[in-house]
């Protein structure tokens, strides 16, 4: 039996059983981190020691009788949630020797339930890309082929989880930064609903859209790690006191009776590969053949979405990323001269180009002038799109479409093209917009054998709904099964 090809529901049997140990499990994924991670590199931090320790407590926690759905279970986590003791560099250089002293609560939640961290993996720089080749130290690359991006901003969390180097992970999407990245490296990935899980300890980039979830290899492995994390945390106030369902348990309730709704506008989407396009409509007949139906929708301002986020994001991020001045904490560029000299410096060599570009943009939409023509006129078309949901989901429980409009592309292709690659995002702007959950599933492969996502957007708080399809479609497909050479 090959460790590493455990599910994380399949582990947790088998740990619970007593037929597997936490620390041999450890081991095996940290022998493979080792062997294969310099080909992929998903990782930014290994933590061998702390793991292991926390495997050998784990073990003793399981053989006293309180162990759960987590517990023993080797988990990654995105290198932007802070992680007490261990660095925690956002992929940029302005925090490459930060190391927080405390957990974000979601890592704190995981530790609770008994999972074991193995390290901290690459991203964009601040979250900020779709390909993961932003990050100020390495790039990752797609397992399934070494030559295309794993997407992003996610990339590492994806890669890992896809390259089996973990069970699971969690990352963050602010647009798109987890599903989209799920889509090409064929793995689950779910952002939940704006306010379902605490972003305390998740550094900022546009705080009104990040939000915290997890990847899988199986939609239950997302729904394990989904409960774990979710539920409301006093530290952040924007978290919803809302109650917390067993996520797991909902998913062998089927699809029979669900609604799933086709808007129009995606479809006929700028960019949109017919390949993937194909893809999207078997995956919908194949939902409509376990009970399902599906009926057409309307979301009029999804085409201004891209522009809408690009807009308010770098807003935020302008605000959000003014603490990094090398007073305070994180990177001081030295040498003379004045304050302002000194925050030159800093700012213009700890951060790489694509965070600049949007501190620039972010800035002058904020600025003196400006304010009203673009963040004011921007948040009234969300408030536009938002209503897009809401009267959709008047006519169904579900909406279907693709994750990404192509599969991998790849490496250094867009990297001169910034426009292009925002628009790599149009399917999953929306739900951040509107703070709707939402989850990629794996529900092809390309000619080239690259994966294609489907994507389900859900009401809010309604996870369990896009879940229940997600799960239905897996069960079908069995495309988790794959695996890259």
């Known amino acids: ?42 990782f930014l931090t290994v933590t061998a020691e702390e793991a292991l320790a926390a495997a050998a407590a784990a073990d003793r926690r399981i053989a006293a009788g309180d162990a759960g759905p987590l517990t023993g279970i080797p988990l990654a986590v995105k290198d932007v949630l802070c992680t007490r003791g261990v660095r925690t560099t956002c992929g940029s250089r302005i925090l490459e020797h930060f190391v927080p002293p405390y957990d974000a609560t979601a890592v704190r ?16 720089e601040f979250a900020m890309g779709s390909s993961t080749e932003n990050s100020a130290f390495q790039v990752t690359r797609n397992p399934w082929d070494p030559s295309r991006t794993p997407g992003g901003s996610s990339g590492g969390s994806a890669a890992a989880v896809a390259a089996r180097l973990c069970l699971g992970a969690l990352g963050s999407d602010t647009g798109g930064s987890i599903r989209q990245p799920a889509s090409h490296c064929g793995v689950v990935g779910v952002k939940p609903t704006y306010g379902r899980v605490s972003r305390y300890g998740l550094v900022a980039f546009a705080s009104s859209l990040d939000q915290v979830g997890p990847f899988g290899r199986t939609v239950e492995d997302a729904a394990l790690q989904l409960a774990a994390i979710a539920g409301r945390d006093p530290a952040d106030s924007t978290s919803a006191d809302a109650p917390v369902p067993d996520f797991a348990a909902a998913l062998g309730r089927g699809v029979r009776g669900l609604r799933i709704g086709i808007p129009a506008e995606y479809r006929a989407a700028e960019g949109l590969d017919p390949e993937v396009g194909r893809a999207v409509e078997e995956a919908v007949a194949t939902l409509e053949r376990l009970g399902a139906t599906a009926v057409p929708v309307s979301l009029p301002h999804t085409r201004y979405a891209v522009a809408v986020y690009y807009v308010i994001a770098p807003a935020e991020a302008s605000s959000n990323l003014a603490r990094y001045d090398g007073v305070k904490y994180g990177l001081r560029e030295p040498g003379g001269g004045e304050l302002l000299a000194m925050y030159k410096r800093t700012r213009g060599r700890g951060f790489g180009p694509e965070v600049r570009r949007r501190i620039v943009i972010g800035t002058y939409c904020l600025s003196a002038g400006y304010y009203d023509a673009y963040y004011g006129k921007a948040s009234q078309v969300r408030s536009l799109i938002v209503r897009d949901f809401e009267e959709a989901f008047r006519h169904c429980d579900a909406i279907a479409c693709p994750t990404a409009p192509t599969p991998a592309f790849r490496i250094g292709e867009k990297a001169g093209d910034p426009l292009t690659l925002y628009l790599a995002d149009i399917f999953t702007i929306p739900a951040n917009l509107a703070g709707i959950p939402a989850v990629s599933v794996p529900c092809a492969f390309s000619a080239a054998g690259l994966p294609i996502g489907l994507q389900l957007l859900g009401k809010a708080f309604d996870e369990e709904t896009i879940l229940r399809l997600a799960h239905a479609l897996e069960g079908e497909r069995g495309l988790f099964r794959r695996r890259p050479c």
């Not at 088998?14 to 080909?39: K, N, Q, T």
């Not at 939640?109 to 999972?115: E, K, P, V």
């Open 109 to 124: 939640r995981l530790r609770q339930a008994g999972a074991v961290i193995l390290g901290k993996l690459n991203l964009d």
């Open 1 to 42: 039996m090959e460790l590493h090809e455990l599910t994380i529901a399949a582990a947790g049997r088998l740990l619970r059983r007593r037929e597997i140990s936490a620390v041999e499990l450890a081991r095996a994924h940290l022998g493979r981190i080792e062997a294969l991670d310099p080909g992929i590199g998903a």
